[in-house]
């Protein structure tokens, strides 16, 4: 048989079983109401219905909100990925106690004030490419159907008012707990509120608040006042998704007692109340040290972004499983900071190499013919990509194997490239590159982790942001290489090493290419050993020069 046809049957049989196992992946989620693994499977096929609790909006996101944010919009993209139509919800809290203090130690109205953070969160969320949910509702907008879910709740006698105040009965509700393995006398009196004698059990929690001077009110059927914490979502998830939806989300410090508080209000509200899977994120440390204000090991978004690049961040993120603890640590930032660039470098440098040779690439509709080496690449990475995905979101696993020794292979085939090939092997290394490069930018673009921009201008933002890092501007990298030229021609290797290390302890890499010194971001080599990584997190590989 032709040698040609002979590799064209293969990759055939090849895309043939890899379009198979496709069709037999199913989407695994952890259920934190069973606690375990759980094919998913919506309530109405091809649809999905998922509900996320949002920020309390009084101040500038932090990045425990980024993981929350992040690790949704990736089963979000994953969700549309696999062709489902996603309604999507994510709530912003404009009304509660912590907004009214901020408001009244800043002399604000409250309302504005929570507006204003609300669109500095959703400023946030573009930087992360997160995209945006199809609704997200505030609490201040939807008074009438918590006031009504309020009143189903009093009606079917799982709620009682006390001097305006509205209370729910846990002890009507038997199965209070479900969801967390709580015991009744383990909650919080409704986590943000002060033990109230007038309750009828210490466990019960507010629905209603009575007006307070000096507080935002609304008039209700019991006086003047505001919800308390859970029932906003309650409401709002049964306005726009129903009582019965497929998905709802939030941190793991949600679990107890606002996801438990939400499922006896929406249950004593509509007996027939259902959520299918409930999904929680991992916590977010600082050197293995739980992130708090009280320990100033706290940090925002900005604080972040203002150093090193969203994608970074956004890549730092989905490098550890969404359910696992995320340490947070400069070291790993650097580390996540340098894995992306050399991925965004080796998308360019291929982009570049296909543009200087359009007509080497045959338009003639036929399946592109890559080499050996190629096909298996991209079947694996096809593969890895659906089974890691499928698997409860297991981001971590992507960014390392299959996707990596692509990125590999990329740059080896451009290798190949700059040397004398017959035409025949030649446009198999052209097609081939052509091929890994719609591959590798699916994975990105599921991950959120393909740029809005070019890749010459994220790889400019990225080493922007290395200079801010190390105290320089590009100027003073150029003097310092001209500099350590002269000191070459001087055969002075020893004061050109120093050089070079100097500025790798800033994070500044030099690279001589032939008589040409260039340079990019590195890890700061005297932080290379200091890399902690929390359980399901992956280290960034050190990538090649490129």
């Given at each position: 048989?032709?040698?040609?046809?002979?590799?064209?049957?293969?990759?055939?049989?090849?895309?043939?079983m890899a379009k198979k196992e496709t069709e037999e992946f199913q989407f695994v989620v952890y259920n934190t109401m069973t606690q375990q693994k759980e094919v998913f499977k919506p309530k109405t096929p091809g649809k999905v219905r998922m509900y996320v609790c949002g920020v309390t909006a009084y101040d500038f996101s932090h990045l425990g909100h980024a993981r929350a944010a992040v690790s949704f919009d990736v089963l979000y993209r994953f969700l549309k990925h696999l062709g489902y139509e996603v309604t999507y919800v994510r709530n912003f809290t404009d009304v509660d106690d912590k907004i009214i203090r901020r408001a009244n130690e800043t002399g604000e109205d409250p309302i504005s004030l929570s507006d204003?953070?609300?669109?500095?969160?959703n400023i946030d969320m573009s930087d992360l490419q997160c995209l945006s949910p199809t609704h997200e509702p505030r609490v201040s907008d939807h008074m009438e159907q918590i006031k009504d879910m309020i009143t189903q709740i009093i009606n079917k006698d799982f709620g009682y008012v006390v001097d305006g105040d509205v209370f729910f009965a846990v002890d009507k509700f038997p199965n209070y707990g479900k969801l967390s393995g709580q015991k009744l006398e383990n909650n919080r009196a409704g986590e943000r509120v002060a033990v109230d004698s007038r309750k009828r059990n210490?466990?019960?929690?507010?629905?209603?608040k009575a007006a307070k001077p000096g507080e935002p009110s609304w008039d209700s059927p019991w006086g003047p006042g505001r919800p308390g914490w859970h029932i906003e979502c309650s409401a709002m998830s049964a306005h726009y998704l129903s009582f019965k939806f497929d998905i709802h989300g939030g941190g793991l410090d949600l679990i107890f007692p606002h996801h438990e508080n939400e499922i006896a209000q929406s249950c004593a509200a509509c007996e027939e109340s259902a959520v299918s899977y409930w999904l929680h994120n991992g916590h977010v440390t600082n050197n293995n040290e739980k992130m708090s204000k009280s320990l100033g090991n706290f940090f925002t978004i900005r604080q972040i972004t203002e150093r090193y690049h969203?994608?970074?961040?956004?890549?730092f993120l989905i490098n550890a499983h969404y359910r696992s603890p995320l340490?947070?640590?400069?070291?790993?930032?650097?580390?996540?900071?340098d894995a992306i660039f050399y991925v965004y470098q080796s998308m360019k440098d291929c982009q570049d190499a296909l543009l200087q040779l359009p007509e080497e690439i045959p338009n003639d509709g036929k399946p592109a013919r890559t080499t050996p080496d190629a096909n298996e690449c991209i079947s694996k990475l096809c593969n890895e990509f659906q089974v890691k995905m499928s698997d409860d979101l297991s981001t971590s696993l992507i960014l390392t194997g299959a996707f990596l020794e692509a990125l590999k292979l990329v740059n080896n085939l451009l290798t190949m490239l700059k040397k004398k090939q017959k035409k025949q092997q030649r446009l198999l290394v052209i097609q081939s590159l052509k091929e890994i490069e719609k591959e590798v930018t699916k994975v990105l673009d599921v991950l959120g982790l393909q740029p809005p921009c070019s890749y010459n201008e994220v790889l400019l933002q990225l080493k922007e942001k290395a200079l801010t890092r190390a105290g320089l501007v590009?100027?003073?990298?150029?003097?310092?290489?001209?500099e350590r030229a002269e000191v070459r021609r001087n055969k002075d290797f020893l004061k050109s090493d120093q050089m070079r290390a100097h500025l790798q302890a800033k994070g500044i890499a030099l690279m001589d290419v032939g008589t040409e010194t260039i340079w990019r971001p590195c890890v700061p080599v005297h932080q290379e050993s200091e890399v902690v990584p929390s359980?399901?997190?992956?280290v960034p590989p050190k990538p090649e020069p490129a």
């Open positions: 048989m032709d040698p040609s046809k002979q590799e064209t049957n293969q990759k055939k049989a090849s895309k043939t204003r953070y609300c669109k500095e969160y210490p466990s019960d929690f507010a629905l209603w969203p994608l970074a961040l956004r890549y340490n947070y640590s400069i070291v790993q930032l650097e580390g996540a900071s590009e100027d003073d990298v150029i003097r310092l290489i001209n359980e399901g997190q992956k």
